[in-house]
Each structure stands twice: as structure tokens, then as C-alpha cells.
Nanobody, 128 residues
Framework: QVQVVESGGGLVQAGGSLRLSCAAS????????MGWFRQAPGKEREFVAA?????????DYADSVKGRFTISRDNVKNTVYLQMNSLKPEDTAVYYC????????????????????WGQGTQVTVSS
């Protein structure tokens, strides 16, 4: 079993930056993929970015964040980061970290059901 805990959310003006962190504990060696998702008020939870936990660190991004967000990992610290630049008001949401233990990089990594373990989320608010 793996536990993940997010941190780093907050309030920022449009155009600003934030870095989210997701610390994994338990059995992080079981992780295949780590993903970031977000949920805005009244909307469904959506995919933001994913990174393979081992190997070359393949990455994937939603079109809405490409070129602005960067996902990275530190396997020594068992932590995944989401660097968010050029933030927009529409990026306002609760951001969730999730771990996929059973699938692999070729699994549908943008689908919520692929991830077995979720954090509690961290609020990101971007003011205009």
C-alpha cells in the first residue's frame, strides 16, 4: 500500500507560479506512475500530468497545461513535483496527487480509475 500527501497550494496572482509536492510513503517501490489531477468547483476531476516512477521518467500533460506546467520526480525523496508557471484563473482548483500501482506507463494514465491511491488534495487559487 502507498500513501500520498500533497502540499504547496495557495493563493497566487495570474501570471504567477506555484510548486506542488506529493510525498509517497509506505511501499513506493510498488508505484508505476504518479499523476496530478485537479477539480474545480462544479466540475469533474480532470487529468493534469503524469510521470513514470521508474526508468526514464516519461511525462504526459493535458493540453491545457502544456508549456506552463512541469512534472518531475525525486526518487530519493519519494516525491513528485508539479511546477506551475504562468498561472491563470482557470487553473483554480483542488489539486490531487495519485499513485498507480497495478498498471504501467502504457495504461490510460489520464483516467482516474487507473490510480489506486489518492491524496486529500491541496487548494490552488489564482486571482485575476
Amino acid at each position: 500500500q502507498v500513501q500520498v500527501v500533497e502540499s504547496g497550494g495557495g493563493l497566487v496572482q495570474a501570471g504567477g507560479s506555484l510548486r506542488l509536492s506529493c510525498a509517497a510513503s509506505g511501499n513506493p517501490f510498488d508505484i508505476n506512475t504518479m499523476g496530478w489531477f485537479r477539480q474545480a468547483p462544479g466540475k469533474e476531476r480532470e487529468f493534469v500530468a503524469a510521470i513514470s516512477w521508474n526508468g526514464d521518467g516519461n511525462t504526459d500533460y493535458a493540453d491545457s497545461v502544456k508549456g506552463r506546467f512541469t512534472i518531475s520526480r525525486d526518487n530519493v525523496k519519494n516525491t513528485v513535483y508539479l511546477q506551475m508557471n504562468s498561472l491563470k484563473p482557470e487553473d483554480t482548483a483542488v489539486y490531487y496527487c495519485a499513485a498507480d500501482l497495478l498498471g504501467g506507463w502504457d495504461a490510460p494514465r489520464s483516467r482516474l480509475v487507473e490510480y489506486e491511491n489518492w491524496g486529500q488534495g491541496t487548494q490552488v487559487t489564482v486571482s485575476s
